[in-house]
């Protein structure tokens, strides 16, 4: 039980919580993202591509901790570009990144409470929505641990209790899944579901057959652009026989990301 | 807010900080040399000042360390995504610091406060001022440590903060020189050694080394709060400005606090039965312990024609000048505070106070020798003195009849008090 604030039973007035057209942004001097158009609605999304096709920088700028190099972007109904104040729009993320940075002399309830703080929670509700967030990351027993004592495994769910912490509109893990064992990947995926009923879920990863899992559609960039978005097993049937791969989602990505590269190699200037 | 600053408390350099500093600080106070602190209030609350010396490059190296911890730690990615400002994160890690090194000195001067609970009375408001000075040193430092390991988040800037906070300290009398006014505005340890019963520190001493250091720690804040270049640059405008007030306000002497004296410090106090016996108000504490050996000698006086009837503090400082009023009937006798806070050379008030008899008014040409004043009070007591010089005349006496011996030591008396002793007044 907590009391729930009015502007937490507020109507969502926006149709997607992410919102991208012609989305551009940098990586260094490297545009990693390219003209990319995306939007994504309720549900979990799983982030496909391979490495430096840009998932991170998609990542870090719908985390709000880049600002787009160009194009339009909206996050949970507001303007996320240029010199938008974006404190409104970050109470309602909550963001794992790929490097999980913490620090390792607060407990896990300390360090979840930290964050709660810095997310700008009501001070009634943060001891309550800590709990809760270890609770539902399988952390119960060691939410008085030491952060520097925890396993990768365990650090890696106390990153994700700090993320949703918040219960964020817009979650964003980037490869949360790394250092979980096969048992703790089913919590995960079970958790990501159970997150994914009532807000925007994307997830980045390598792995193919957690997206097929636990994910109610597939984005799959390459090269800071979008090759495909759909369902699982639209992904699925994109595969044949000939292409790489042990499943037909693992068939279906290499497929996609074939054409797109072949696509790419004949009209070089295609989507400028 | 409230529970994030006690995780703070707990989990940064805070609690670390807090209990080096006592450490250090207690160390120094009872390692170094205690009678130092140990006549009173504004003897411990400058001595602590002192040892700045060593806890101020501390605190700066523990801010810089604590200042280091985003970098250290690899959150800025984590907590860029907040809405939470840089300068509200920073908020409950300043105040944690900065309660860890107001508790550590508070409680380096309880444990000096302590030791000399039992014999320390007076205490003057400036103490206070005294002891606000050393805390805000201390917050500015922690502070300012914080901004330069937020801002040059290396391992080397603790430490090579800390070095460079002591070479401050120890070049700034020197490259001030010789102009000493203006390195107490800016070094809260300047002046503060082995200060004098009567000692104190102006007012305006106080008051201008608040401000410096105020500026400082309003610069250290937005330096740490600070996103971008621009305010680092208004960061300097309340340090320029602290010191430009600091300045002004700090009077040009040299010397200001060293020649500094408290008059009611000075100010004598008294047993209240008779034969008076009275100490300055700084060592009313020992007033207990003066009046059994001062009266005792007193009575060994008692014999001599119109005996000194009064035993008073020699509150006699040299810079400046100044003299207790000379009266025949009362004996002058220096009183100090021991390692343990308690009167120092017990054994030897009796003594002192009977060759006290045989001083001179302050202005004399002609006095009496301390062989010669030492000779006659141990005649009179009856035993061998323990300087070699007041031996020899001693025993000289000793092998007059005793109406000879007696003779000189009333003659000596009477010169001393005429101002005309002579050479070898007491055997010739």
């Not at chain 1, 992410?18 to 003209?35: F, N, T």
């Not at chain 1, 982030?47 to 719908?62: C, D, I, Q, S, V």
């Given at each position: ?37 995306l ?7 799983g ?38 104040d ?6 309602g ?16 309830r300390?360090f ?46 106390a990153?994700?209790?700090?993320a ?10 980037d ?10 990947r ?12 009532d ?39 994109q ?12 068939r ?21 | ?15 670390g ?37 060593v806890?101020?490059?501390?605190a ?11 970098h ?14 840089r ?16 508790a ?12 000399i609970?039992?014999?320390a ?28 390991g ?18 401050v ?12 006014w ?27 080394q ?38 002004a ?5 040299n ?56 035993v008073?503090e ?34 030897l008030v ?5 060759a006290g ?9 002609h ?47 009477r ?14």
């Amino acid at each position: 039980m907590r009391t729930v604030s009015a502007a937490e039973t507020a109507p969502t007035t926006h149709p997607w919580a992410v919102d991208a057209e012609g989305l551009r942004v940098r990586a260094g001097r490297h545009l990693a993202v390219d003209g990319l158009d995306l939007t994504l609605g309720l549900g979990v999304h799983g982030l496909l591509g391979p490495n430096g096709a840009g998932k991170t920088t998609l990542m870090r700028a719908l985390a709000t901790v880049v600002k787009p190099a160009g194009g339009r972007l909206t996050l949970l109904g507001e303007p996320a570009g240029g010199r938008a104040d974006l404190r409104r729009v970050r109470r309602g993320i909550g963001y794992l990144p790929q490097q999980f940075g913490f620090y390792p002399r607060f407990t896990v309830r300390e360090f979840v409470e930290y964050m709660a703080w810095l997310k700008e929670m009501p001070k009634a509700a943060v001891p309550g929505a800590t709990q809760r967030a270890i609770d539902r990351v399988g952390l119960t027993a060691k939410a008085d641990a030491r952060m520097k004592t925890l396993s990768g495994g365990m650090l890696r769910r106390a990153g994700i209790a700090q993320a949703i912490v918040n219960d964020p509109a817009l979650l964003l893990l980037d490869e949360p899944t790394v250092g979980l064992d096969p048992e703790q990947r089913l919590d995960f995926r079970e958790l990501l579901r159970d997150v994914g009923v009532d807000s925007c879920v994307l997830v980045s990863t390598h792995l193919v057959e957690d997206v097929v899992a636990a994910c109610t559609d597939v984005v799959l960039i390459n090269e800071g652009r979008l090759v495909h978005h759909g369902t699982p097993d639209d992904l699925a049937a994109q595969g044949g026989a000939g292409d790489a791969g042990d499943s037909p989602a693992e068939r279906g990505y290499s497929a996609l990301l074939r054409r797109h590269r072949a696509a790419g190699a004949a009209t070089p200037e295609a989507g400028r | 807010m409230s529970r994030v600053l006690r995780i703070e408390l707990r989990r940064s350099a805070a609690l670390g900080s807090a209990l080096i500093l006592l450490a250090v600080g207690t160390l120094l106070l009872f390692f170094v040399d205690r009678s130092v602190f140990t006549t009173g209030w504004m003897q411990l609350a400058m001595t602590q000042r002192l040892y700045l010396a060593v806890l101020w490059p501390l605190a700066l190296a523990a801010g810089a360390w604590q200042g280091r911890r985003e970098h250290r730690t690899n959150v800025t990615e984590l907590f860029a995504s907040t809405p939470r400002s840089r300068a509200h994160r920073a908020v409950p890690t300043l105040l944690a610091m900065a309660l860890a090194v107001v508790a550590g000195y508070l409680a380096m001067g309880i444990a000096g406060g302590a030791w000399i609970a039992g014999t320390a009375r007076y205490l003057p408001a400036s103490v206070f001022a005294v002891l606000a000075v050393g805390v805000l040193a201390l917050v500015a430092a922690v502070w300012l440590g914080l901004a330069a390991g937020r801002l040059l988040p290396s391992p080397a800037t603790a430490p090579a903060l800390g070095l460079a906070g002591l070479g401050v300290l120890l070049l700034l009398p020197g490259a001030t020189r010789p102009h000493g006014w203006l390195a107490l505005v800016f070094s809260p340890i300047y002046e503060m050694n082995l200060p004098d019963a009567y000692t104190t520190v102006p007012g305006r001493a106080s008051v201008a080394q608040a401000v410096w250091l105020a500026a400082l720690a309003v610069t250290a804040v937005l330096l740490v709060v600070s996103g971008g270049w621009r305010l680092r640059v208004a960061a300097l405008l309340p340090v320029v400005l602290g010191a430009a007030v600091a300045i002004a306000a700090m009077p040009r002497d040299n010397r200001y606090v060293i020649d500094a004296v408290d008059p009611v410090a000075r100010e004598l106090v008294c047993a209240h039965d008779d034969p008076r016996v009275c100490v300055s108000r700084v060592h009313a504490g020992l007033l207990a312990e003066v009046v059994p050996p001062a009266r005792a000698a007193l009575t060994v006086l008692a014999p001599l024609p119109s005996p000194p009837t009064q035993v008073h503090e020699d509150t006699t400082t040299y810079v400046p000048a100044r003299y207790p009023p000379w009266h025949d009937d009362v004996v002058l006798l220096r009183v100090d505070a021991g390692s343990d806070g308690h009167l120092a050379n017990r054994d030897l008030v009796l003594a002192e106070v009977v060759a006290g008899a045989f001083a001179g008014p302050a202005d004399c040409d002609h006095l009496a020798g301390p062989d010669e004043k030492m000779a006659a009070a141990y005649w009179l007591i009856g035993r061998a003195p323990a300087t070699p010089g007041a031996v020899a005349l001693w025993q000289n006496l000793r092998q007059r009849p005793e109406g000879e011996a007696r003779a000189r030591v009333v003659a000596l008396r009477r010169a001393a008090l005429g101002c005309t002793v002579q050479d070898g007044q007491l055997t010739r």
